[in-house]
């Protein structure tokens, strides 16, 4: 075919590039955006090699001061740890010791159990979180069983749920957990009120923290269900990365 035969179908041609470019770019827009690291679900969040800290955050903020994180997930490899919250602050984010300021929808996952406050100050170390501070309108705290966990029998504690103003876990002491201000336990069959305790996850133990300098020793409180004995998993319903802790029995008379 000759070139001036060939002419009359350039300007076809040009059109119809031009209009396969706009519905392509039309359909990019219209096309939800990539969720690399939804917070919400922690098949999208990227891989972590096992034993390094792993983060994901709506946005950051380096200043000379402090590093600045809201919509944070804090996830380590190889794991249960997770971390998240709406804001984060850190002097430092090397994660062989620093400590970080959470506020907004704290919520914290670790292999013993799981944590939730309005705002929580916790501190890593070797990539490990090795206490932390939880404040909250309560805050909450809700032990896992361990895997194949049968019920609790006689006196025995079965797993542990609960809430109080402050409730500071400490993992060097072996997995302990306080729990100090209006402080309520359950475990399905027992619950217990009062100003404060110490429950040692490993032990499974639990007992009144001394008051402070100054002030009386609160009486105890609490129930005893007869015959009751606490099924597997009970007080841990709900678990998982987005579950929010749920609040222990009712408190008696």
């Given at each position: 075919?000759?070139?001036?035969?060939?002419?009359?179908?350039?300007?076809?041609?040009?059109?119809?590039?031009?209009?396969?470019?706009?519905?392509?770019?039309?359909?990019?827009?219209?096309?939800?955006?990539?969720?690399?690291?939804?917070?919400?679900?922690?098949?999208?969040w990227p891989p972590c090699r096992t034993g390094t800290l792993c983060?994901?955050?709506?946005?950051?903020?380096?200043?000379?001061?402090?590093?600045?994180?809201?919509?944070?997930?804090?996830?380590?490899?190889?794991?249960?740890?997770?971390?998240?919250?709406?804001?984060?602050?850190?002097?430092?984010?090397?994660?062989?010791?620093?400590?970080?300021?959470?506020?907004?929808?704290?919520?914290?996952?670790?292999?013993?159990?799981?944590?939730?406050?309005?705002?929580?100050?916790?501190?890593?170390?070797?990539?490990?979180?090795?206490?932390?501070?939880?404040?909250?309108?309560?805050?909450?705290?809700?032990?896992?069983?361990?895997?194949?966990?049968?019920?609790?029998?006689?006196?025995?504690?079965?797993?542990?749920?609960?809430?109080?103003?402050?409730?500071?876990?400490?993992?060097?002491?072996?997995?302990?957990?306080?729990?100090?201000?209006?402080?309520?336990?359950?475990?399905?069959?027992?619950?217990?009120?009062?100003?404060?305790?110490?429950?040692?996850?490993?032990?499974?133990?639990?007992?009144?923290?001394?008051?402070?300098?100054?002030?009386?020793?609160?009486?105890?409180?609490?129930?005893?269900?007869?015959?009751?004995?606490?099924?597997?998993?009970?007080?841990?319903?709900?678990?998982?990365?987005?579950?929010?802790?749920?609040?222990?029995?009712?408190?008696?008379?």
């Amino acid at each position: 075919m000759s070139a001036s035969h060939a002419q009359p179908w350039l300007p076809v041609a040009l059109l119809l590039a031009l209009a396969l470019s706009v519905a392509v770019r039309a359909a990019d827009e219209a096309a939800p955006p990539r969720a690399d690291c939804d917070p919400e679900r922690e098949t999208s969040w990227p891989p972590c090699r096992t034993g390094t800290l792993c983060w994901c955050a709506g946005d950051v903020e380096y200043r000379r001061d402090k590093v600045i994180l809201n919509d944070l997930v804090l996830y380590q490899g190889g794991s249960p740890l997770l971390v998240r919250a709406k804001r984060a602050e850190t002097p430092s984010t090397d994660t062989a010791d620093s400590t970080w300021n959470l506020s907004g929808g704290v919520r914290s996952r670790l292999a013993q159990g799981q944590l939730a406050a309005d705002n929580a100050t916790v501190h890593f170390e070797a990539s490990s979180l090795t206490a932390a501070m939880f404040d909250g309108t309560p805050a909450t705290f809700e032990e896992t069983p361990a895997p194949g966990s049968a019920g609790a029998a006689g006196g025995a504690l079965g797993n542990v749920k609960g809430s109080a103003h402050t409730i500071e876990y400490d993992n060097v002491a072996g997995g302990e957990v306080r729990l100090r201000g209006d402080v309520q336990l359950y475990d399905g069959c027992k619950d217990i009120h009062g100003d404060g305790f110490v429950y040692n996850l490993t032990q499974k133990s639990l007992k009144s923290l001394e008051p402070v300098a100054g002030s009386g020793r609160e009486r105890i409180r609490g129930t005893f269900q007869q015959k009751c004995r606490p099924a597997a998993g009970a007080a841990a319903a709900g678990a998982g990365a987005g579950a929010q802790s749920t609040a222990p029995a009712p408190r008696s008379p």
